[in-house]
């Protein structure tokens, strides 16, 4: 995306409205030329001892029209202009949500991503402002050319002098706009900081917590520390921009000296009217404004170049390429056959530390399989990584023979599912979080197929048509396992080839897990579909046809669930835990409880 395409799309609808405050300008800058030669024939009258009332009238109501005619046409202008900025900025909007067009999260899920999209949000909408910034740029130009030209006709050399004395301000405005977007860029992480502790503090779902634990007083103080700090940055970049104006400004009274001391000079030697010096006077203020205004709106036109510039540099870091790849990319025509890993090693690229070694994995269509391990030992990575959310190197992990880094990620990520331990949960109806679209005929069809088949994930007194959460009037909050229900749902409705579930099932009651896992793998299998699953429920693990243990990053152990419990080992060892906490519980009274307990028998 490149700035002059965001612009062209924001021209599209409003060439009429530029027309008007172009031909607005115009008018401003006639009156404004016009209201000098007026002032000077005004106070000539005035000063003319066989003055005539009736002119000095005429030239009042004139000049009182014009100032009339100026202020409406001042509001017209504001208000077209408010108006553009409104339709820009949703425009804008919409370029910016467009814009992150991810085939990976990987570079997303750090602090430098975060940094930069804030400062990007932050410079972007002064884009909007882009197309009346330069209305005005112009606009400033013209009137400083008119008032230059009618300083010339009274004195040559006052226009030089006004822009030679103006000069160090006008680059001076330039460069405070410079110093402004690098000082937005550099508070990036401190304005997010701010904004986070404030909204722990006064967002309602962190008002439980806070009064749980009384922790308003230590938020409070880490807010107030970071708010300090932020006023103290914001006040001296302040100072700086201060001293810099106001060391310039110095000079700007002595200029204003001389000039006046030429025209006093050409009053007392009769060269000179009363109403010619008023007006020069006041042409030569409107003139060094018209210069300052130049500057500061030069620097903002240069400032969006910056983000312009920054804009691109967002894209070639975050989204070198768009889902759909390079042209030599190969789509994922046929289903997800297989997928092998072999040797893979990933880190995250905020850790100096591998999170996965020495990966080798060989996964089957229509398989289950299971991935458990302790905490931080590397699950939802791996489940990520096979699913395509983050990159890989070459060579390690291939989808059918092919390696992912050549698949055309749009097509591949259209055979893969997951339900992550962060699912969102959508403030949108219960239908429209599953189906992610407009309800229609096929949608209805489908949902009900899914209804029968999975009558466990819907909540009975709940309508499809019902909004979910508690944000807007009207919507109706779900329990945690309910939430976890239409998240797991969502995932099969997509029906996809390839499903990853990391702890989806984690906030179910047990029977009802078992029961939805079972018809989970059961349906998928029978329709040759691959399901991989994450849990720490040691007892659904035994649906899986293959387990994979996982230890620091490693594969601990690996094989079907007798097989690992024959082995002994750190499955073993897992399964007894929770079986003899089972026991604690129930008081053996599982049937499966006993098989397992039979096999540890066994294997003692
Ligand atoms: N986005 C990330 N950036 C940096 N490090 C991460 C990121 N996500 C996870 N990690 C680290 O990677 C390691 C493995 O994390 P992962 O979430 O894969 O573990 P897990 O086995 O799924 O754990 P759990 O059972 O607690 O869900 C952890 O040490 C974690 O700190």
Request: proline share 2%; hydrophobic share 40%.
């Amino acid at each position: 995306m490149k700035l002059s395409q965001i612009i062209r799309k924001m021209l599209t609808g409003s060439y009429w409205t530029i027309a008007i405050l172009s031909l607005l300008s115009v008018i401003l800058i006639g009156i404004a030329a016009y209201t000098i030669k007026l002032t000077e024939q005004f106070f000539d009258a005035l000063t003319n001892s066989n003055h005539h009332y009736s002119f000095i009238i005429q030239l009042i109501v004139i000049m009182l029209l014009l100032k009339l005619t100026q202020l409406c046409m001042e509001q017209l202008r504001q208000y077209l202009e408010q108006k553009m900025s409104i339709q820009m900025n949703r425009l804008l909007e919409y370029q910016l949500i467009d814009l992150i067009h991810l085939k990976t999260v990987t570079k997303l899920e750090t602090p430098q991503y975060q940094n930069d999209f804030n400062f990007l949000k932050s410079t972007f909408f002064s884009i909007s402002s882009l197309i009346i910034t330069f209305i005005h740029f112009a606009h400033q130009i013209i009137l400083f050319m008119t008032y230059s030209i009618i300083l010339i006709n009274y004195m040559w050399y006052i226009p030089i002098i006004v822009s030679i004395y103006c000069l160090p301000h006008f680059l001076n405005e330039i460069k405070i706009s410079k110093l402004n977007h690098s000082y937005t860029e550099n508070t990036s992480q401190l304005t997010r900081e701010k904004l986070m502790m404030f909204e722990t503090l006064v967002r309602p779902l962190a008002q439980k917590e806070l009064l749980i634990f009384q922790s308003k007083s230590f938020f409070l103080r880490k807010w107030d520390k970071v708010s300090l700090k932020s006023i103290k940055w914001e006040i001296s970049h302040q100072k700086k921009i201060y001293i810099k104006r106001l060391l310039f400004a110095i000079i700007e009274p002595l200029g204003f000296v001389i000039i006046q001391i030429l025209l006093v000079r050409s009053l007392i030697a009769s060269e000179l009217s009363i109403g010619q010096y008023i007006a020069i006077t006041t042409a030569v203020t409107m003139l060094q404004s018209a210069l300052f205004a130049i500057g500061q709106y030069f620097g903002r036109v240069k400032q969006t170049f910056l983000t312009s510039r920054q804009l691109q540099q967002f894209m070639e870091k975050y989204f070198p390429l768009s889902l759909t790849g390079q042209a030599h990319d190969r789509k994922l025509a046929s289903p997800i056959e297989e997928i092998m890993i072999k040797n893979l090693t990933f880190q995250y690229p905020t850790t100096n530390r591998y999170v996965l070694k020495h990966i080798n994995l060989n996964i089957k269509a229509g398989h289950c399989i299971s991935i458990v391990g302790e905490n931080g030992s590397g699950k939802s990575t791996l489940g990520k990584i096979l699913i395509g959310l983050y990159d890989v190197a070459p060579g390690a992990l291939y989808i059918n023979d092919t390696d992912i880094n050549e698949i055309d990620h749009l097509s591949l990520i259209r055979q893969m599912t997951m339900v992550s331990q962060d699912f969102v949960r959508y403030p949108i109806s219960l239908e429209e979080n599953i189906i992610l679209n407009s309800p229609s005929e096929e949608s209805n069809k489908n949902l009900l197929e899914l209804s029968e088949k999975y009558p466990e994930l819907f909540p009975e007194e709940v309508s499809k048509e019902t909004i979910l959460g508690w944000e807007f009037t009207g919507s109706r909050q779900l329990s945690g396992g309910q939430w976890q229900k239409i998240a797991i749902a969502r995932a099969l409705y997509k029906n996809s080839p390839f499903l990853l579930l990391d702890e989806a099932t984690s906030a179910l009651d047990p029977e009802t897990e078992q029961s939805i896992m079972n018809s989970i793998v059961k349906n998928r299998k029978r329709a040759g579909q691959t399901t991989l699953f994450i849990t720490h429920r040691m007892q659904i693990c035994q649906m899986a046809d293959y387990i994979i243990v996982l230890h620091n990053g490693e594969i601990a152990e690996s094989g079907t669930h007798q097989e690992l419990i024959q082995a002994g080992g750190r499955y073993y060892r897992m399964f007894a835990t929770t079986q003899d906490n089972n026991e604690v519980n129930n008081s053996g009274e599982n049937q499966l409880q006993g098989t397992v307990s039979a096999q540890f028998a066994a294997q003692s």
